[in-house]
Nanobody, 121 residues
Framework: QVQLVESGGGLVQAGGSLRLSCAAS????????MGWFRQAPGKEREFVAA?????YYADSVKGRFTISRDNAKNTVYLQMNSLKPDDTAVYYC?????????????????WGQGTQVTVSS
């Protein structure tokens, strides 16, 4: 069983930056694909970014967001720059028991509780 705990959300003005962190329990963190998803009010949850030894981004965040991981700390990060009001959502960290990158939500096995990101205009 893997437990995921997100942190780093908050309120920021448009154009600003935030860095989200996701701390994972478990000894096999380095073998998991880690992903970030988000859910805006009234919308379905959507893929943001994923990482194993490579990275994969949704088109909407490419060039603005960067996903990274520190396997020694069992932590994955999401650096978010040039934030827009449309980025406002609850951001979820997820883990997949596989080394294959994917943006498909149902293929992820473990989920965090989410952290709120609000971008004001």
């Amino acid at each position: 069983q893997v437990q995921l705990v997100e942190s780093g959300g908050g309120l920021v003005q448009a154009g600003g930056s935030l860095r989200l962190s996701c701390a994972a329990s478990g000894r096999t963190f380095s073998s998991y694909v880690m992903g970030w998803f988000r859910q805006a009010p009234g919308k379905e949850r959507e893929f943001v970014a994923a990482i194993n030894r490579s990275t994969y981004y949704a088109d909407s965040v490419k060039g603005r967001f960067t996903i990274s991981r520190d396997n020694a700390k069992n932590t994955v990060y999401l650096q978010m720059n040039s934030l827009k009001p449309d980025d406002t959502a609850v951001y979820y960290c997820a883990a997949r028991r596989s080394t294959v990158l994917t943006g498909t939500e149902k293929l992820y096995d473990y989920w965090g509780q989410g952290t709120q990101v609000t971008v004001s205009s």
